[in-house]
Every structure is written in structure tokens, then in C-alpha cells.
């Protein structure tokens, strides 16, 4: 995808808008929200976001839902913030961001691989109990551990077990083994590691030839990451093991990694591993968080959905060829406009009905994809309603570290992985790119020290839009119906049903200001406007505007 390098005037954008006017309760005081009784932090914004009949919702829900339904912020830890200097991003460098993360309103973090590793992305682990010495120490760990608990926030490990490093002492025990063995038949009882992988003398696609030997071992993905036999129990016993560990240390969950491939091209068997992966982890902590990597389509999830897991990322929605880019790069045709809504209640519907207790798991880019504002071609509006469309989405939502400043990033997975863009001199933060990535001349947006200011910055519409989501329940915990009396034209509207509220999300997909004729829609009132262009959101009337890529969300009146 070619990355998007195009400068976009921000001058463009005036602030954010005013308060609310309620449909039909024209006299209601409106005052200024108070932020200290919220779990969400008004002091850069020019002007409320949330009306006060949001605010009053999340005080009558008194605290923020303690549940699985958050904002997770996927780090790369190589790449987020190097706190010794040597130029690699490590895990104290996290904890010095963790302020950070929290204004912005995060409230979940996902790691990716932190354990001792050969390659410098750490998915062939060689040691799942120990830190690699590049990211700190146990000790380091478990700090980083406590600073979020403070914050609220929770942390979720990459869980990498389709395959572990070729220099893990299982394999080395095994490859020993068999290069020991001659012609002999393997024997179990001598090396159980001879189990521990799938071993073959028959040379097979996927496959790599053990050194010095006629067998084989599967290798999926590469010679230095052999397959484990997840059919092998003491193969189970381990990962047992691993998740007991770390989920005792305080870790909330795990990110499954390569959950299609555990049996490749098996989905029967993948269902199964991921049913006993969720009942095995929630057996150690009830209230678990597994979201899995199943990287596929729409039916495929709905397939895998039946293993009981709770979440599985919804690649149908992101990436470059999912449903948000794709309605974006449609903006204005409202053929295609309009079919986001129905996706929604589709893909709700689906995934429900193979697991009702399902939690979505949305996000628009991740370590190995394109980043989104590239898809977007550096379009700030188009970038800013990609990241609404993602945190408007129900469930768990992924945020891609950088994202939230509209990092561009693509070509080589490096180059999808380069350091957060923390300041225009690039001398904070990480100054070391990971092997191989080439990093764009400049960015669409800036920095972060650059948009942290500008209130109309891609930076600051995530903080207002994560702001909506966390003060709206319904937003995230809600099931998802396309309300077909206003989903009309470019405007996409879908409605959010809970036992923790309702409330009707409006979005102006297109170019042009919208007006929405919201007669019959008395009894709601606009309680967010989130604005990409900084031109008003009204309601007069019965009439809402929405300008260019504006979104409103409507909640019922008190
Ligand atoms: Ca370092």
C-alpha cells in the first residue's frame, strides 16, 4: 500500500464544538461538565464533547464498567521508548508513558512479545518465564504491573505457542536427541521433547530438514520457529503452566498469536485448542481476557467463535481490504455508504450466534499490517473517522500504538513497527528503528509534541472520541442493529441496546454536510458530537447537521 505522505493544512480545522441542545427540551440548562466525578479528562478541549445528560448517565452508573470491554493500546515495546539510552525501547520506557497512555484513556495494554528471543520482534520465544534483557527484568515487569493496576489498567501478554524458537531447549533437547538416534525409531520415554514438535522423515511443505538427520520438522512459518504439537499433553501441562504463571503475577489475559495455524488447515482441531486454551486460563482467573489471531474472513471468525473464546480480532473490519477503509475510500457513494451499518448488525448477529458471551475484538492496523492513515493517503479527515469507526465499534477495541497520531507505516514488517513518533527532532522516546525499517521523510500530522497542542489534531480526536466511548456504555457493551429510519444517503446510523443503556451513533460519511431529519426521535437527545473538520454540530429542531465526517451519538432522554 503506498504510504500516505501528503501535508494537510490543520489550519482548516476550528475547534470543537459547543454543548448540547436537546431534541424538544430547548430550555435545559446546560453547564459545563464537571471532569472530576468522570473517568475522562476535558482539560484540552476548547469545549465539551459530552453533553450533560452523558455525564449524568455514567454518574448513575457510578463507576466505569470493571469488565473485559476496554481500550486496549498495542505496544510494541522495541519501538515505544527506550529508558537507558542503548536505543531500545524497553519496559521502563513504557512505564514512563503510562501517564500518557492513561490521559489519553487507555485502559488495557497489549505487549507484544516480552521474553527472551533471537529476532528482535520476539515471536520465537526461547524462555516463556523469563524477560528479555533487552526489555529490563522481572523486577521491571512487575513495576510496570503495579503503575497500571493504578491506573486501571490492564495488561494482556502475547501468548506464542503455536511454535516456539529453534534455540528453545525443548527443540535443542529433541534435535540433540535425533541426531544422537541414527536409524533407531524415536522412543518418548528417553527424550519426551521428540513429542514436543511434529517430527517426520517425509519432507512435506512447511517443513524443515533437521541438521545432520533424515527427519523433519514442521516450521510454518520459518525455519527458526518449529510448530509444537498441541496435541502432545505435556505440551498442554506447559502452556498451563506459562498462563498460571503470569496470570498469578497480575497479567489480566494473553493475546493468542497464529490461532489458525496451531493445526494448520484444520479448523476442528484450532477450535479445539482455543476451547481448552479458554477454560484452562479462566480456570487460573475467572475473568480472563483471550482474544485469539485468527487471521481470515467473516465466516471463518463466525467458525471459530464456537470455540467459547472471548474475543477474536475482527479482521473483517480492519486492515487494508476490511470494511472501514473500504467505506472510506467510498466516501460520498452512498451505496456503499450504507452498507456499514447492516455490516455491523451482521457481523453482531454472527459472531453472537456462535458465542453469546463473544466480546469483539475491532482494530484498524496492527504490527503486521499497513497503518491506517497510509490506506487513508494522509486524508486527516478520513484518518480521524477511521479511528472513530474503530472506537465506536462494540467490544474490546485495539488501538495500534502511534495511530493516535497518525503514523504512517508500510512495505516490510519492520517498517510497520517503527519507533513512536514522540517528537519532530526524533530524540525522545526510541531513537533506534528496528532492523530493516525504513522510516517515512516525515509524517501526514506530526508529532506527538507537535498535535499535543491543537486541539484540532488527529491526536486530540482520539483522546475525544476514546473520551465518548468510555462515558457512553452503550458504545462499547452494546449489540449493534443498523437503524434503517436514519441510515440514509451517506449518513450511516446504528443503534447500541444494553442493560447498560441505548444510544444511536450518526456518522456524516462523506465530503459534504448532512442533514439528518430526526422527527420521531423526540424522546433522544444529542449527548456527543465529535467533529473531524471543526465545523459545528447542530440540532435545530428536528434537524441535525452533520459536517464533513461528523459524528454524533444520540442517547435517550432522562
Ligand atoms: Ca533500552
Not at 459472531?351 to 497510509?374: E, K
Not at 426521535?521 to 473531524?532: D, F, H, N, P, Q
Request: negative net charge; contains cysteine.
Amino acid at each position: 500500500m503506498k504510504r500516505g505522505t501528503q501535508l494537510v493544512c490543520l489550519l482548516l480545522c476550528a475547534a470543537l464544538l459547543a454543548g448540547c441542545v436537546p431534541a424538544k427540551q430547548t430550555e435545559e440548562s446546560v453547564t459545563a461538565p464537571d471532569s472530576s466525578g468522570a473517568a475522562v479528562d476535558f482539560q484540552s478541549s476548547p469545549e465539551p464533547v459530552l453533553t450533560e445528560q452523558a455525564l449524568s448517565e455514567i454518574k448513575a452508573l457510578g463507576e466505569s464498567p470493571d469488565d473485559n470491554y476496554r481500550t486496549w493500546y498495542e505496544i510494541f515495546v522495541y519501538s515505544f521508548c527506550d529508558s537507558d539510552g542503548d536505543g531500545i525501547g524497553d519496559l521502563q520506557g513504557v512505564i514512563s508513558k503510562l501517564d500518557y497512555l492513561q490521559n489519553l484513556g487507555i485502559t488495557g495494554i497489549w505487549l507484544m512479545p516480552i521474553h527472551p528471543s533471537m529476532s528482535y520482534h520476539k515471536y520465537n520465544v526461547s524462555d516463556y518465564y523469563a524477560i528479555d534483557p533487552d526489555y529490563g527484568t522481572m523486577e521491571d515487569f512487575e513495576t510496570l504491573l503495579a503503575e497500571c493496576e493504578k491506573r486501571n489498567i490492564r495488561v494482556i501478554l502475547d501468548l506464542v505457542v503455536n511454535h516456539t524458537g529453534s534455540d528453545h531447549g525443548w527443540f535443542r533437547e529433541a534435535v540433540s536427541y535425533l541426531q544422537a538416534l541414527g536409524d533407531g525409531e524415536p522412543d518418548t520415554a528417553q527424550c519426551p521433547y521428540f513429542d514436543y514438535y511434529n517430527f517426520t522423515r517425509e519432507a512435506k511443505n512447511g517443513y524443515t530438514q533437521v541438521p545432520g538427520t533424515d527427519w523433519f520438522y514442521e516450521s510454518q512459518f520459518s525455519p527458526d520457529m518449529p510448530d509444537l504439537n498441541l496435541d502432545c499433553p505435556l505440551v498442554r501441562q506447559e502452556i498451563d503452566a506459562v498462563m498460571a504463571f503470569w496470570l498469578d503475577k497480575g497479567v489480566a489475559g494473553f493475546r493468542l498469536d497464529a490461532a489458525k495455524e496451531f493445526h494448520s488447515g484444520n479448523a476442528d482441531k484450532n477450535i479445539e485448542v482455543l476451547s481448552w486454551l479458554q477454560e484452562t486460563a479462566a480456570a487460573h482467573r475467572p475473568d480472563v481476557y483471550l482474544v485469539a489471531e485468527v487471521w481470515d474472513a467473516f465466516s471463518t471468525i463466525t467458525t471459530f467463535y464456537q470455540s467459547g473464546i472471548t474475543s477474536i480480532f475482527d479482521y473483517p473490519f480492519g486492515d487494508s481490504g476490511g470494511k472501514i477503509i473500504t467505506v472510506l475510500r467510498n466516501a460520498g457513494n452512498a451505496g456503499t455508504v450504507s452498507t456499514y451499518a447492516t455490516a455491523l448488525e451482521k457481523a453482531n448477529a454472527a459472531y453472537s450466534g456462535a458465542n453469546p458471551n463473544y466480546i469483539d475484538a475491532p482494530f484498524l492496523s496492527n504490527h503486521d499490517v499497513g497503518r491506517i492513515a497510509g490506506f487513508c493517503s494522509g486524508d486527516a479527515l478520513k484518518t480521524k473517522l477511521a479511528g472513530a469507526m474503530n472506537l465506536f465499534m462494540s467490544g474490546s477495541v485495539f488501538v495500534y500504538y502511534g495511530e493516535e497520531i497518525g503514523m504512517v507505516g508500510s512495505g516490510n514488517d519492520p517498517s510497520k513497527r517503527a519507533p513512536m513518533y514522540w517528537n519532530a527532532d526524533r530524540d525522545s522516546g526510541t531513537t533506534n528503528p528496528p532492523p530493516g525499517c525504513e522510516l517515512p521523510d516525515s509524517y501526514p500530522f506530526g508529532s506527538l509534541e507537535e498535535q499535543a497542542g491543537d486541539d484540532t489534531s488527529v491526536y486530540n480526536y482520539y483522546r475525544q472520541a476514546i473520551a465518548i466511548r468510555s462515558a457512553i456504555p452503550a458504545i462499547s457493551h452494546g449489540q449493534t442493529t443498523a437503524e434503517t429510519n436514519l441510515n440514509k444517503g451517506c449518513v450511516s446510523a446504528f443503534r447500541k441496546s444494553c442493560d447498560l443503556g441505548e444510544c444511536i451513533v450518526l456518522m456524516n460519511i462523506d465530503f459534504s454536510p448532512a442533514q439528518v431529519d430526526l422527527t420521531g426521535y423526540e424522546g433522544w437527545t444529542l449527548a456527543a458530537k465529535l467533529s473531524a473538520d471543526g465545523n459545528a454540530i447542530t440540532l435545530d429542531g428536528a434537524a441535525l447537521t452533520l459536517p464533513a465526517f461528523g459524528t454524533a451519538v444520540l442517547v435517550p432522554a432522562a
